[in-house]
């Protein structure tokens, strides 16, 4: 997460220069992320099992929860994303590309921040021992990259005079150390398209067609087909699979193609199983919600020129009724 700020700095002829937003380059796999995890119940929910060890059914209840805060310093925090399971149990997941010697406290803030949205309200009348509770969200961080020298667990020791100490651990994935198996295991289909960050090193430093080649196998065996038996299995929707195919699809785009070599390979393998339509449904519904606005646009205008007409049609006939009035009282006083 980037803060980007505006500073302003004056001169002798009082010039104001103002710096300019500049996207995080990481920023795609946060977005991706976020689509992911969004994905419909049953996909989430291998994944909530998956992580935390519970055994929630595919038809469960999921709700995502608002995630802004505003800090002491009024900069917008977004957690990635906090769930809430059948009303009651909630899941706060965040995923970070490289180390941040910050994140722990982060979500711990994001935890509370959750807390505090969801506490019930009490007046102080009915104020007991235990009347006031503060449910925190449990948490998981994924590191998506290598994420070395990164602990398996974040322990935060929290300290109230006078009372026991309490620890709040934070569990880690080391994504990229999870072998195939291991991820299939705990049903973690979401999170397949990032096994394309396996290969980001090497490729940089050496993008061959031998390259190419790898990427195309691990694209198949790590992605396309797991998400494809995930499907046939019942464990993601069909529309999941398409969003997870679309988006393995956009950060081969993000991540490889800027590369020659493996731009031609890819068209020349001809890669069908990543080229869905998805984008282009996506393109078209785009353009026809444009021309659905620029359609309301006119009918409002002739809304508003139907109105004015109405309002003229309604002055005319109150002075024609002003004039039949006037008429009415001639004819009684000619009388």
Known sequence: MINNETTNQTNSQETNT????????HDIFDRAFKRLITLSGPGVLCMINGLFGT???LDAKVTYNSTESVDDKLHRRLA????TINGTDSYHLEAEIDPDNDIHIRIMEYGFQHALRTMHPISFQNVTEGAITMHFPRQYLIYLGQGRNVPDSFPITILFPGEPDHIHRIPVM?????????LLDQKLFILLPFRLLRIRKEIEKNHSKEQVRTLIELCQNDIITPINQAYEQHFISWRDRVNLLAVARRLVRHLYEKYDEIRE???QMRFQTLELDIDEYEDKYDALEEKLAEKDGLLAEKDGLLAEKDGLL????EKIRQLEEQLAALKADSK
């Not at 990635?80 to 769930?83: F, G, R, V």
């Open 265 to 267: 390979g890819v068209k």
């Open 18 to 25: 103002t710096k300019p937003d500049i996207e995080d380059p």
């Open 55 to 57: 055994d929630y059914p």
């Open 174 to 182: 080391h994504f990229q150390e999870k072998k195939l198996d291991d």
């Open 314 to 317: 309604a002055e005319k006939d």
């Open 80 to 83: 990635d994303n906090i769930i």
